[in-house]
């Protein structure tokens, strides 16, 4: 056991002091999330644009269904906002992509001082854009400013004493499946962030463990190091604890990054993400850091042991894969770094697929298995 | 008569259709320096790594102390091996190095006798990446000697050193076989070297041994005044 603690020391330092393992492990992955956040933080802006056009054509993709056809301020309501009106849920859905629920009561809720509620049901085709959420906002919003007026008209109000006269829940209608806005995008952003974190760690492990080959081959080591009185499973143990001591700091420094964005990110984006008044909406529509954190806490534990196997099995599995690449083909640091960005593309391919939302059919999830990218668990649905 | 240390018999080792060493067979003894002379390609590199256990003969044996290959970690312990080409861990000081080697090996005096073996005194603190060849082979020879093996398996040891490097190598080589009654097995093909370090030679051409003998025994057979000529008497010129 001293014998693989004292190769786990020698590794880490002979790693961590060499600076292509210091740039591509623990430089890169820290600027990786800011570098994201800031093409996010165009796009978002340049989406900001796109919806005010979107919105002047929305009079066109949304219906209003009233669950009560006589009750007046609803009717009024419909009427105002100018688009078409319908009488069942599932008519409109086959029709509009947007159709906004006044639900049965609407007059009456307001009337005794409760806020009137409201559904929206969006058809979505992927289960997050921050476009669409934005869209969802702007209509919560507009819809707000319509039930203000038409009170103000109706019952001869100023309409600055009406505050949020409804209580609007935001619906998404994915694969045929009608759920909670806010889940969906929660659901969402774990399992992607999820794949996301296993591709980081993956890339990262299989990195410094072709690198570690690497070393030994530029240096010409590795012969040495056959004939000392160390077993091979120690040897082998020795480079593969060390290797995944480098990959969590590499790992910790992404998680940093990472955090950091998540954290300035509202900040930046504070004034497109908050267009809609959204203390209107009784759903909330963006995806905050306390929020997320929540939803960790409140994922059961046979989840939470799952995340925490396909994590370290990847981390492991990779590291190995790095190591078994660099011994057979890795002749030096350079040779090494090209060689184990093309092997963590090919392992990530399996991913791709599953980020996109469309699971390759089944004799292909067995052949993706082989990766030690491939989350085994089923993204969307099984968390 | 010296007890017998390390035997190796009719030893074959193909590369594909190349038969890099063709049933070579000599005895090492104790207190002995055994040198496998021959060119580049002769075959040497390929009867050391043997030797040391990294490649497995497809024909013959090799036996130590009179047990067989492959070695357990107990006779791993007694042979330490330099290939010619080796480096250092230029990320880490000589010291760092020398202190793996020693806790690897439970030697408790490593990095004093490694510093005073290498002559590197406060540049073990530096990284080894810095160090000049000449360095690195010391810290690399202070390395093999530190952990008391009884066989020294030693690949061109002083190659591509200078002449004050190259004989302060050969002089802690023979210091320490003859020092302890250790034995040693090198390669060379510094015919100069040989016949200053080596007890017993043995010339080796295309993966065949073709003479042995002590460097005198051999001069006088072929009644040259070098072991160059020798050499060039027994493989046919140098054509």
């Not at chain 1, 989406?47 to 949304?62: I, N, Y």
Request: charge should be neutral; charged fraction near 20%.
């Amino acid at each position: 056991m001293r014998r693989v603690y004292r190769f786990i020391v020698k590794e880490v330092k002979e790693l961590l002091r060499d600076r292509y393992v210091l740039f591509a492990i623990i430089l890169a992955p820290l600027i990786v999330s800011p570098l994201m956040l800031g093409v996010s933080y165009v796009t978002v802006r340049q989406a900001s644009g796109a919806l005010e056009q979107a919105l002047k054509k929305l009079p066109e993709d949304v219906a209003v269904v009233l669950e009560d056809p006589n009750d007046e301020v609803a009717k009024n309501v419909a009427l105002k906002l100018g688009v078409r009106v319908e009488y069942s849920v599932d008519g409109a859905l086959g029709k509009h992509p947007i159709v906004i629920i006044l639900h049965s009561g609407f007059a009456n809720n307001i009337l005794e001082g409760r806020q009137a509620k409201v559904t929206i049901i969006s058809k979505v085709e992927r289960p997050f854009n921050v476009f669409e959420v934005a869209v969802r906002s702007a209509i919560v919003a507009g819809l707000s400013d319509v039930v203000t007026a038409v009170l103000a008209e109706m019952f001869n109000l100023n309409p600055q004493l009406i505050k949020s006269p409804i209580l609007a829940e935001s619906k998404i209608l994915y694969r045929g499946e009608i759920v909670d806005e806010f889940r969906l995008t929660l659901i969402y952003m774990i399992s992607t962030g999820l794949a996301f974190a296993v591709f980081i760690l993956g890339a990262v492990a299989l990195q410094v463990g072709v690198i570690s080959i690497g070393v030994e081959r530029e240096a010409k080591t590795l012969e040495l190091l056959l004939t000392l009185p160390i077993s091979k499973l120690e040897l082998v143990a020795g480079k593969v604890l060390g290797v995944s001591i480098v990959s969590l700091m590499g790992f910790a420094s992404f998680l940093a990054g990472f955090s950091l964005s998540v954290i300035v990110a509202p900040l930046l984006l504070a004034d497109v993400l908050t267009e809609s008044p959204g203390g209107v909406a009784g759903a909330p529509t963006t995806v905050t850091l306390p929020s997320l954190i929540n939803a960790f806490k409140n994922l059961s534990p046979v989840i939470t042991a799952l995340i925490v196997l396909s994590i370290a099995l990847a981390m492991i599995a990779s590291t190995i894969a790095g190591v078994l690449a660099g011994v057979l083909l890795a002749g030096d640091i350079r040779g090494a770094l090209v060689l184990g960005s093309y092997v963590s593309l090919i392992l990530a391919i399996p991913l791709l697929a599953e980020i996109m939302g469309a699971p390759p059919p089944m004799p292909l999830q067995v052949v993706f298995l082989i990766s030690p990218m491939y989350p085994p668990f089923k993204q969307h649905n099984q968390l | 008569m010296e007890e017998l240390v390390l035997s190796v018999v009719n030893v074959v080792k193909r590369f594909g259709r190349v038969t890099a060493v063709n049933r070579v067979s000599f005895d090492v003894r104790t207190g002995e320096i055994f040198c496998l002379v021959g060119p580049n390609g002769a075959g040497k590199t390929t009867t050391l790594r043997i030797i040391a256990g990294i490649l497995e003969p497809d024909e013959g044996y090799v036996v130590f102390q009179g047990m067989r290959q492959p070695w357990n970690l107990e006779v791993r312990r007694l042979i330490a091996y330099l290939p010619e080409d080796a480096g250092v861990y230029r990320n880490l000081t000589g010291l760092e190095y020398i202190e793996l080697i020693g806790g690897l090996y439970g030697v408790r005096d490593a990095v004093e006798r490694a510093s005073s073996i290498s002559g590197l005194g406060e540049r073990l603190r530096d990284r080894s990446g810095s160090y000049s060849k000449g360095m690195k082979r010391r810290l690399l020879l202070a390395g093999a000697l530190i952990v008391n093996p009884r066989l020294l398996v030693l690949d061109e040891p002083t190659a591509g050193l200078d002449v004050v490097h190259a004989t302060a190598m050969r002089k802690l080589i023979v210091g320490y076989v003859k020092g302890i009654r250790a034995s040693a097995v090198i390669s060379s093909h510094n015919m100069l070297e040989v016949s200053y370090m080596c007890d017993r030679v043995s010339l080796i051409n295309r993966g065949v041994i073709v003479e042995s003998g002590s460097p005198k025994e051999l001069l006088e057979r072929y009644k040259a005044s070098n072991l160059e000529e020798v050499f060039l008497e027994v493989v046919g010129g140098g054509s």
